[in-house]
């Protein structure tokens, strides 16, 4: 009876956990509808340009290498080669996870960039050539915000803080820099992390639930300890 309750509940937490993450990809859809309004795009277009006042070499260094470290190449290929190792370690949950996340987030951003169309700030204000003409939402600062949750949710023990600490500094960086280089406005970098939760939601909710989470766990275990587990269990149900 503890146990069904348990599994029960997991189910609920679950759901919540989907339930969240479309809310979530609701909400990026209309924040880039509000993205393309006129009163937004100015408001967006003199913070880009207070940030260019900011501009030195040093800063400007960082901010690129802030973007190569968060390109959608490497998102892709941290979510082959992450959880290639987690499957090697027997973090076969944590592995579909990891991939999971990165790609959903990256295919929720294509997706929503597609469907607003928001134009780039003006030339006048790029330092680098932007990889597209379309602005909302940022795909790198998506990488980055879903590098930093694979981060806190994958790293464990006393680690944790410094790890969801480090993830959070770099997805800010992120976000700031594609800023700083002309390329996004604020609501752009607002909504790739808002992209990065939903996925991160979704998956995990989807993982949890419970037919999910026993079938990963079949997954690991060897033939011959499934067969006895189901022996032990109908000797378990029997009468006492």
Known sequence: MNAAKRME?????????????????VAVAALGLIAKTSTSTRADIRLDEHLATLRTPLFTLVAKAATLAAQAEVGLVAAVVVPAVLWLLRRRRDALLTACVM??????????KTLVAEHRPPRRLWLIPPDNAMSFPSGHTTVAAAAALLLGMLVRGGLRPVAMVAGVIFAGVVAIARMYLGVHYLLDVVGGCLAAVSAALLVSGFLDLPRIRRGLEDVGTP??????????SRVDTGPR
């Open 223 to 232: 033939a011959a300890g499934r067969h006895h587990a189901g022996r032990t």
């Open 9 to 25: 509940g997991r189910g609920v937490s679950s759901r919540g956990k989907i339930t969240g993450g479309v809310l979530l990809l």
């Open 103 to 112: 790609v959903g987030a990256l295919a929720i951003a294509f997706a929503v």
